[in-house]
């Protein structure tokens, strides 16, 4: 009996690797019954039976649940993004290290969702003492009077938009009334924080739509800020996909779900098992 489940492990090997499915037999035995959505039966005979399964892709590149509904309209960028900008992708994101968990603990205390925390990279690459052409200062690159309408001082002597604490306190303040301005829409929060809440209502009175999101007025922005949103996207996907990243598999074809073929060893008699070897 040893000698047959044995048998019958080599074979679900060779299976495995005849189908090219690329993880190890420990991901595949860790699938929960959610990655499946479908099973047939392949063929049966009187020594063998062999299913297939169709099972999540573990190489599929992922969109955070609240980006993921346009991903067709931001893919391409993302794509050409990491590429372009690989090595300040990571430079960013190991600066970051020691920002990214004080910005999450705060967006926990305003019920703010995770994916602003990438601002302050495109903002000011987490510089304090980062300054815009427009004067915006600081991490968030607050302007003076935004700043003053959040709580934060800007005199010469202490400009709290250089503390980071304070500063992404009144951010998440910010982001926290923009989503309840705008219906709780991320990617308009992120055009208002670029272009303010003005310009967004201009773009969207431009395009003539009640409930127009960003990709409705995305070409009445100015190019700056539909920029911004869509550095925002990628930082993004790319977090969300970190390790495919960094090993270069950032690869948009690959499916949502892949075939996969599964032996039955219960089927299986001795000289069956012999001879698929």
């Known amino acids: 009996m040893k000698r047959i489940q044995s048998k019958s492990l080599l074979t679900l090997i060779i299976i495995f690797f005849i189908i090219g499915f690329s993880t190890s037999a420990k991901d ?9 959505s479908d099973s047939t039966v392949d063929s049966i005979s009187s020594h063998v039976r062999i299913e297939s399964v169709l ?14 509904e346009h991903r067709d309209e931001s893919k391409e960028y993302v794509k050409h993004y990491s590429k372009k900008e690989r090595s300040y992708i990571i430079y960013m994101f190991n600066k970051g290290k020691k920002f990214f968990p004080k910005v999450l603990h ?7 969702p995770y994916v602003f925390k990438m601002l ?6 987490f510089n304090a003492n980062a300054v815009s ?3 915006a200062v600081g991490y968030w690159q607050f302007m003076g009077e935004l700043a003053g309408e959040y709580g934060l001082h800007t005199s010469a002597k202490n400009d709290e938009r250089k503390n980071f604490v304070k500063s992404t306190v009144a951010a998440a303040k910010f982001f926290r009334d923009q989503l309840d301005f705008f219906n709780n829409d991320i990617l308009l929060t992120v055009a208002a924080f670029n272009c303010g809440q003005g310009g967004v209502l201009s773009a ?11 990709w409705d007025i995305k070409k009445y922005l100015p190019t700056e800020t539909r920029i911004f949103v869509m550095k925002f996207i990628a930082l993004n996907v790319i977090s969300h996909n970190y390790d495919k990243f960094i090993h270069g598999d950032l690869n948009f074809n690959e499916p949502p779900l892949i075939q996969l073929a599964v032996v039955d060893s219960t089927k299986q008699d001795n000289s069956i098992t012999k001879n698929s070897l």
């Open 55 to 68: 099972v999540k892709n573990p190489n599929w590149i992922a969109y955070p649940v609240s980006l993921a």
């Open 204 to 214: 969207i009175k431009k395009s003539k739509k009640a409930d127009a999101d960003f």
């Open 120 to 125: 302050p990279a495109l903002e000011s690459n």
């Open 106 to 112: 705060i967006f926990d205390q305003y019920d703010v």
């Open 28 to 36: 595949i035995i860790g699938f929960n019954a959610d990655n499946f």
């Open 133 to 135: 052409n427009a004067g």
